[in-house]
């Protein structure tokens, strides 16, 4: 295949990357970690973001809390591309503890987006994303809770896919909502990013949730599909806050891609409204349990105090940030006694039913296509209220919530600013919802 060899010649050039890392912030660490000789795909380099552990590198996860934090071990999936010879060359930045749309929450400053320097370029996988647009590297991971590898990837004109959750394993990514986290790839085509998942994909012991799978994603993805039938959410049009520009071009996008005979049709995602709502709750309750390990005592920052409480306290005021902290304080309260039926048990039958709605839509419909994004990237600062953020996430959280796969691709330009269309598939349905991908590109 063409692309493999593509990808197989790709030669990273160190100066090259860190002269564009001066202007996009998008590398935290230049460090290189060499996959095997051996490997089909030796010496192919890709960029790690900064919540996955790999042997020889920080693992910051964007914070100050674990600023001098060293990987203890390699994240299984990143063992995987090691073995199959690609090489680690570097870690990116991200939202703190991936919480974050925008890369705005980072410790170590923001990323630009490479299309337009004041911009954001989406998060939290936007280090990934930016490294990946700006040509440093042909792919980097990301982690994808609500959709931080598509919305990024979309925000900078390339491919990012978050597979079905369980094809990977999660043993050794920082765990933010671990219902809803899962490893995911931004690369410059479709084809990349099949070859990358697929390697990476698969049963790990150390990581119960995963799946016993072997996943062929490369082998039919040419072979056009026949007789597509892909449903567009009437919410899509109907709900507030997607920006009219985005509508417009979306609704380009389908005419061509009805043109080209795909079968399109416009079905009810009742509960699609309340995936925001219900987001915010399910991920920071998670979230609040999840980085209750970051005590001080276990890793990375200590602010020693007389009290042991004390300690606690100042450590993790002083090592969080305002983002994390918000969330913390969110899911302790949706998770208290007082308050558990009310928000807790509520949106997890909310998660139930909007299962049931893509349920539905599955027996009907190949794939469900919206944008990427409800609006384009922001300025950097531009947006004050966290709202505005957490209403970005609208078409990419259904996918986690029900743990479905979903890709986005790049679909035109708006005023010179990248668009991605968005598809979900069927729960490991990932081969074919790659080859619809691939057949869009
Ligand atoms: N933007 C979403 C959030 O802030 C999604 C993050 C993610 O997928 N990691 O939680």
């Known amino acids: 295949m063409v692309r493999r060899n593509q990808m197989k010649n790709f030669k990273f050039d160190i100066e090259k990357a860190k002269k564009i890392n001066e202007k996009i912030n998008a ?13 089909e795909y030796y010496s192919t380099p890709f960029l790690v973001k900064d919540n996955i552990q790999v042997l020889g590198t920080k693992n910051t996860c964007g914070s100050k809390i674990l600023e001098n934090y060293n ?8 063992r995987k591309l090691l073995n199959a010879g690609f090489t680690v060359v570097g870690k990116t930045n991200l939202d703190e503890f991936a919480m974050g749309g925008s890369n705005e929450n980072s410790a170590f400053g923001p990323v630009k987006n490479p299309w337009d320097l ?14 990946v647009a700006a040509k440093m590297v042909p792919f980097a991971l990301g982690s994808d809770t609500g959709g931080s590898v598509r919305q990024p990837a979309s925000f900078c004109g390339i491919v990012g896919y978050k597979p079905t959750y369980g094809a990977i394993s999660r043993y050794g990514l920082s765990a933010f909502a671990s219902s809803l986290d899962q490893i995911g790839v931004l690369a410059n085509n479709v084809e990349n990013a099949a070859i990358v998942v697929e390697t990476m994909s698969g049963k790990d012991e150390k990581d119960s949730t995963s ?11 040419n072979n056009k599909l026949e007789k597509l039938k892909v449903a567009v959410p009437k919410e899509v049009f109907e709900l507030d806050g997607i920006d009219e520009d985005v509508l417009n071009k979306f609704k380009e996008n389908i005419e061509t891609l009805k043109k080209n005979g795909v079968e399109i049709e416009e ?3 009742p509960h699609l ?28 920052l200590r602010d020693e105090k007389e009290s ?3 300690t606690y306290m100042q450590t993790r005021d002083s090592g969080f940030g305002i983002e994390v902290k918000r969330r913390i304080f969110m899911g302790a309260f949706t998770l208290s006694s007082a308050y558990y039926d009310a928000y807790f048990a509520k949106a997890a039958k909310i998660r139930n039913l909007l299962n049931q709605d893509f349920e539905k839509a599955f027996e009907k419909y190949d794939a469900i296509l919206t944008p990427t994004s409800p609006t384009l990237p922001p300025k950097i600062g531009e947006l004050k209220s966290p709202l505005q953020y957490y209403l970005m996430d609208l078409f990419t959280i259904p996918a986690n919530m029900i743990g479905a796969p979903a890709i986005s691709i790049p679909a035109g330009k708006i005023n010179d600013l990248p668009f991605g269309i968005h598809l979900i598939s069927k729960p490991l349905n990932d081969a074919k919802l790659l080859r619809i991908a691939k057949q869009f590109e």
Do not use: C, H
């Open 118 to 131: 004041e911009r954001i370029p989406g998060g939290s996988s936007g280090g990934s994303a930016a490294a």
């Open 27 to 39: 590398v935290l660490e230049f460090t290189t970690v060499e996959g095997n000789k051996e490997g």
């Open 273 to 300: 409204k309340y995936t925001v709502s219900i987001y915010y709750i399910i991920a920071p309750s998670e979230a609040s349990s999840n980085l209750s390990r970051y005590d001080g005592m276990r890793y990375g």
């Open 308 to 310: 042991l409480k004390e």
């Open 267 to 269: 079905i009810n995602i």
């Open 211 to 221: 799946l016993d799978i072997k996943w062929d994603l490369t082998s039919q993805l």
């Open 71 to 78: 990987s203890t071990y390699t994240a299984t999936a990143v």
